[in-house]
């Protein structure tokens, strides 16, 4: 069974500018999380979605959104972007998202650079 | 609310010999806890959670993890480690709210385990 897929692997951007980062869940998970890594942050939750609807957000600027398509595909859109926004955008997927003790399994990332 | 601390940025290591990457935490509620480990350049790798029951969880990759309730800590052990092992390793845990549904996923800062041949 195929993992996670993200897409693009790497992208470099200019401030103002906007990105959008593409998961693809593996084949039969519905729920979807999204993360942003950075060496001085750690790991730090965005959203999850769940049958298209945001189930769970953390705490970032309403600059970050996300969507969820049928599919259970996800994209998450960063606008006006700022230099501090360079990171690594992690996706994750699970079955159904349903309980707390169900694994996520994580994709390989997007590395984002903002000059 | 939760929260996860890996008390240690690095341990380093002999290959051969055991090692442990700590983890404590802090939930109200049952904690659901797991470890990841990233490798350069790629995303998280799931090896092992601890739901309830055996408080030794045995993983992949040679991997296990004991929770200890009144120490509120869940550490990852390797009886024998080998020089792939070097990695960065993150502790997360997740739990049930009183008003039901579920916290979200809190990872700690992460911990780079370096194993020396």
């Known amino acids: 069974k195929a993992g996670v897929t993200q897409t693009p692997r790497y992208l470099i951007k200019t401030r103002g500018q906007q990105v959008t980062l593409s998961c693809s869940p593996i084949?039969?998970?519905?729920?979807v999380s999204w993360y942003q890594q950075t060496p001085g942050q750690g790991l730090q939750f965005l959203f999850e979605y769940f049958s298209e609807t945001q189930r769970n957000k953390g705490n970032f600027p309403g600059r970050f959104s996300g969507r969820q398509f049928s599919n259970s595909r996800s994209e998450m859109n960063v606008s006006t972007l700022e230099l501090g926004d360079s990171a690594l955008y992690l996706c994750?997927?699970?079955?159904?998202?349903?309980?707390?003790?169900?694994?996520?399994?994580f994709g390989p990332g997007t590395r984002l650079l903002v000059l | 609310a939760q929260s996860v601390a890996q008390p240690e940025d690095q341990v380093n290591v002999a290959e051969g010999n055991p090692l442990t990457v700590k983890c404590t935490y802090s939930v109200s509620g049952n904690p659901y806890l797991f470890w990841y480990v990233q490798y350069p350049n790629r995303g998280l790798q799931f090896l092992l959670k601890?739901?309830?029951?055996?408080?030794l969880v045995k993983g992949s990759y040679g991997f296990e993890a004991e929770f200890n309730k009144s120490q509120t800590s869940f550490h990852l052990k390797k009886p024998s480690a080998l020089v792939s092992d070097s990695a960065l390793y993150f502790c997360a845990v997740r739990a049930r709210r009183l008003s039901g549904g579920y916290n979200k996923l809190i990872f700690g800062a992460g911990t780079r385990l370096a194993v020396h041949p």
């Open positions: 084949s039969g998970h519905r729920s």
């Open positions: 994750a997927s699970s079955l159904a998202g349903g309980s707390p003790e169900e694994t996520q399994y």
């Open positions: 601890y739901i309830t029951g055996d408080n």
